[in-house]
């Protein structure tokens, strides 16, 4: 017998049933990103019924894949473009047909000694490490600091990954779970330039060491806030050991796979529908929306929210948090082929293939954040870069795979949203060019020869800053974390799992909640698991 609060939906409905549709969901989640998708296939797969507002046209949020470029069979990841944070426990538990392939270098970073061009590459195996570091270095004891620092790195990634899944330790839980005095300091107590400074001599070294903190946070390396700890720390735990791999046919893939789950256990994906408010006393909700066609209103008995907090607070008409500010340039290309580097002892296939830092060196990026702070461009902006389809050439249609064409992927540092105010096209643009301008240094060619061009004619590169990210994707002040990055454990209002609100029954699941950021899928997860204590599941 149907049960009217239940209502079985066709498999090919993709909408509730008119803009004036009034139907009871056991969970409505607003946002159809990686996390809601997650929190749908969990709560679908334990036979809730599911219901996915999604505002855009498609699923997938900042972990999509598009073709960017008018013409051109190649599919990027266009925001987010690698995976560490999200469990294997993650991708078990759904049965998620998705792969993640390990790069062959971890990092390249030029440089310049003596007049000659030189570089760090790491990676190889650990005899061409060794060999690297000595021959920047003229000895092997920044190899042995770096060895030591990240095996302790290593070693609380073991311990603290397990627990992103987990109800929330208290602070003390964590210490004890880590149990390593000496690693707690460097990572939760004092700021992490102390450790760089303390531990390594090299300036090229440290600037390295030191860029995992700065990834989309903009902070000095002795921000006594310790937020740079906080995104060291999510960058170096990830799978419990620090390893950022290479999604198999691009993030979409990853996206695409939580959708036919989530969908294949009963879920609905509704896109084109944007969640206007969230009405609840606490035990029941109900979600106003939007169509092309109108408004509708749909009941639930959890509304999970996968989207920033700012946005939670309009939904629900409370006093929304100061959005943190978004600090980064994104610049996607696709290259005829990759180009040569003035350090010629080093393939540029393997340049590429891990990180490759630009202008990164420890002096260089305190003078970007000082010019930054002072509300200018960086003289000299920081950026690295990393080349998917070395990786994975799965993304490249047949015949550029087969011309030799390559994908490169620019994440800039040090560039926060208020640079962008005044002017963000001018602004982006004078961004761009000194940013590749930095890399040119390196190179045997200017890259601007190397880039393919789309069927108008036109160079195959984008760039999005903050505000572009905030316009596109709803990030409030381009933040990509969409909030700063909280400490792994509980603090005073946290909740049990890291996700709830002041609302009983409405959940964050979005990357604002405690242990978001980045493509994990972890609060997604967590809210599922609150929902299904909450109701006996």
């Not at 509300?375 to 993304?395: N, Q, R, V």
């Not at 108008?456 to 909030?483: K, S, V, W, Y």
Request: hydrophobic residues 40%; negative net charge; glycine residues 10%.
């Amino acid at each position: 017998m149907a049960d009217p609060d239940h209502p079985v939906l066709p498999r090919t409905m993709t909408a509730p049933e008119g803009p004036r549709a009034h139907r009871t969901y056991d969970a409505v989640i607003v946002g159809g990103g990686h996390n809601g998708l997650v929190a749908a296939a969990y709560l679908a797969r334990a036979g809730r019924s599911v219901l996915v507002l999604e505002r855009l046209d498609h699923t997938g949020g900042a972990a999509v894949s598009t073709r960017p470029f008018a013409g051109v069979d190649a599919r990027l990841s266009r925001y987010s473009y690698l995976v560490s944070l999200l469990p294997k426990k993650i991708v078990r538990d759904l049965g998620l047909d998705f792969r993640v392939r390990a790069r062959t270098v971890s990092s390249y970073t030029p440089a310049e000694r003596d007049g000659r061009p030189t570089g760090l590459l790491v990676g190889g195996g650990e005899r061409r490490t060794r060999e690297a570091f000595t021959r920047l270095t003229g000895s092997d004891r920044e190899y042995r600091a770096w060895q030591a620092f990240y095996g302790m790195t290593g070693r609380a990634a073991q311990r603290i990954f397990p627990t992103l899944t987990e109800p929330l330790p208290t602070r003390d839980e964590l210490r004890d779970r880590l149990d390593d005095e000496a690693a707690w300091r460097t990572l939760f107590e004092e700021p992490i330039g102390i450790a760089v400074e303390e531990r390594f001599d090299d300036d090229l070294v440290r600037g390295v060491v030191l860029t995992d903190a700065l990834i989309g946070t903009f902070a000095d390396a002795h921000d006594p806030s310790l937020k740079q700890n906080r995104c060291l720390l999510y960058h170096v735990i990830g799978g419990g050991t620090g390893d950022w791999d290479v999604p198999v046919g691009g993030m979409g893939a990853l996206t695409d796979a939580l959708a036919d789950t989530a969908r294949a256990a009963g879920a609905v994906l509704a896109t084109g529908h944007e969640a206007l408010r969230i009405a609840t006393d606490g035990r029941t909700a109900e979600v106003t929306y939007r169509t092309a066609d109108g408004e509708g209103t749909v009941a639930a008995r959890h509304v999970l929210v996968n989207a920033s907090p700012q946005a939670l607070a309009d939904l629900t008409g409370d006093t929304p948090p100061a959005p943190a500010e978004g600090a980064q340039l994104k610049v996607n290309m696709l290259l005829k082929r990759l180009p040569r580097l003035r350090d010629s002892s080093v393939d540029p296939r393997e340049a590429f293939a891990g990180t490759f830092h630009i202008a990164e060196g420890y002096q260089q990026l305190a003078a970007a954040h000082a010019q930054a702070a002072a509300g200018e461009l960086p003289a000299a902006p920081p950026s690295e870069i990393y080349c998917h389809s070395l990786t994975d050439p799965s993304i490249l249609g047949p015949g550029l795979a087969e011309q030799g064409y390559q994908t490169l992927t620019l994440f800039g540092l040090h560039t926060p949203a208020r640079l962008f105010e005044r002017d963000n096209d001018a602004v982006r643009e004078d961004l761009l060019k000194s940013t590749l301008a930095q890399l040119d240094e390196h190179l045997a060619e200017p890259l601007a020869a190397c880039l393919a061009t789309d069927a108008d004619g036109r160079p195959c590169i984008e760039a999005r800053t903050p505000l572009d990210l905030e316009r596109d994707l709803g990030l409030p002040g381009g933040n990509i974390f969409h909030r700063e990055l909280s400490w792994p454990h509980a603090q005073d209002g946290t909740g049990r799992w890291g996700v709830e609100t002041g609302h009983a029954n409405v959940l964050l699941c979005g990357a604002g909640a405690v242990r978001g950021g980045g493509v994990s899928g972890v609060p997604g997860h967590n809210a599922a698991m609150a929902v299904l204590e909450n109701t006996g599941g």
